[in-house]
């Protein structure tokens, strides 16, 4: 591992003054400390935020509050969030093992870098390392890349369950920036497909800080859940995921949501799907003929069309958990 500068902070203030060209923030670390080891991440200096008070939950009004360095086992173990957003529970507790959730935050969880079985490896080609240097996932293994938000340069996915959750649920996050500017937006939009520049894989600006997630305690909250396919029942990344809330009176679907993992660059909203829904009885068939339009504008690589059958299932089982709530 190459050396760097390590700096500890005990206020947001001091840590938006040390953040600089080349900085990293850095709470549980464990996906960042794996890729320094593996010298794909190369920071100049590390900012250790831990001890910013920033590990809060709490509700606000109709909105659960996060704070960006709760953990995620606190998140998930949670009574209120557990009663309120159970979407958010069970993303967490199948997005990692019981070790990586007691050290790994929030906000942390929100910013993981891609999955990609060359990412990590130095020999192979992969724009997001080395711009222009080229992607070997396009032509070589690409089993477990993504069938949407793909690019000429990229196909890798994103890797975060927390994300799917927060997307379908309609988060938002609130950053902070050195020079005392805020911004608040959904959490949708801090991501970027890969496009034509598939080493910028978020919106955030340089130096800005994640402080908390808002979610909406809408009323399709309580009736969500989650689906997480993987090829061993352990601890594993997605190969297809969906999280799906529903509101229904009275048989009637008044409200959906439904976002996926594992199949697009970002985490993947299926917004056509949810219009399908809306004002339809909730019954097998409704999620069935809904989940048909799932696949609409697939882009499938040579060794991931199996995706494109196993979206649609994984979304009407999913839809069928969140109905039975």
Known sequence: MHSFRFQKVANVSDALAAAQAGARYIAGGTTLIDLMRDEVERPQSLVDINRLPLDYIRLES???????????????AHPEVRKRQPLISESLEQGASPQLRNMASIG???LQRVRC??????DAPCNKRRPG???TALLGLNAGLAIFGASQ??????????AVALVALDAKVRVVAPGGGERRFPVEE??????????????????????EIRVPNGPYAIRARYLKVRDRASYEFAVVSAGAALQIDNGVIRAARVACGGVGTIPWRMRTVETALVGQRAARATFEQAARVATNGAKPLEHNHYKVDLLP?????????????
Do not use: K, Q, W
């Open 133 to 135: 240097s080229g992607c």
């Open 313 to 325: 299932r994984t979304i009407v089982r999913t839809l069928e958990m969140a109905g039975e709530v």
């Open 108 to 110: 942390g969880n929100l």
């Open 62 to 76: 109709d909105e659960l509050v996060m704070g960006a360095l709760a953990s995620m086992s606190e998140v998930a």
């Open 153 to 162: 340069h990229c196909a890798a996915t994103h890797p975060s369950d927390l």
């Open 190 to 211: 801090l991501y970027r497909v890969p496009g034509e520049t598939p080493h910028l894989e978020h919106t955030l600006r340089p130096g800005e800080l994640i402080v």
């Open 117 to 122: 079985p060359y990412f990590r490896m130095l």
